[in-house]
């Protein structure tokens, strides 16, 4: 039978999910800050001995997951760009002219114009 076939994306298509998803950690990092500036609301209007305790606990939690959330959209959004400023092709000179393996690192990228190799990613 057929070997399982890998999914392949073309790198434009594959780059545009990155930001996507790189995105999706900015907003879910925005969407707790907001979360973060409502409990402080909350707090500064019913403060009450153990429940203003709590409320810090909790607050302390969110900013952790706020900071995480942003390290995570960083993180994305340098490795999008690190693989964009990889993805000319040094023969030709064609820009992302190559399909990518979906979730595999490195990128082993094959110009589809004079069919170069190069690999991104490995230092
Ligand atoms: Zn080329």
Redesign the pocket.
């Known amino acids: 039978m057929h070997p399982k076939v890998m999914q392949h994306l073309k790198f434009n298509r594959w780059y545009e999910r990155q930001l996507f998803s790189g995105f999706a950690w900015l907003v879910s990092c925005l969407l707790c800050g907001f979360l973060f500036a409502a409990i402080v609301e909350y707090i500064a209007k019913h403060s009450s001995g153990i429940f203003t305790l709590i409320s810090l606990v909790v607050l302390y939690g969110i900013g952790i997951g706020c900071i995480e959330l942003f390290r995570r959209f960083w993180i994305q959004l340098s490795f999008a760009q690190y693989c964009a400023n990889s993805a000319t092709?040094?023969?030709?000179?064609?820009y992302g002219?190559f399909e990518v393996r979906k979730d595999t690192w490195p990128i082993y990228a094959r110009?589809?114009?004079?069919?170069?190799r190069w690999v991104i990613g490995q230092d």
Do not use: A
């Not at 092709?89 to 064609?94: A, L, P």
């Open positions: 092709c040094s023969d030709c000179g064609s002219l110009c589809q114009k004079c069919d170069h």
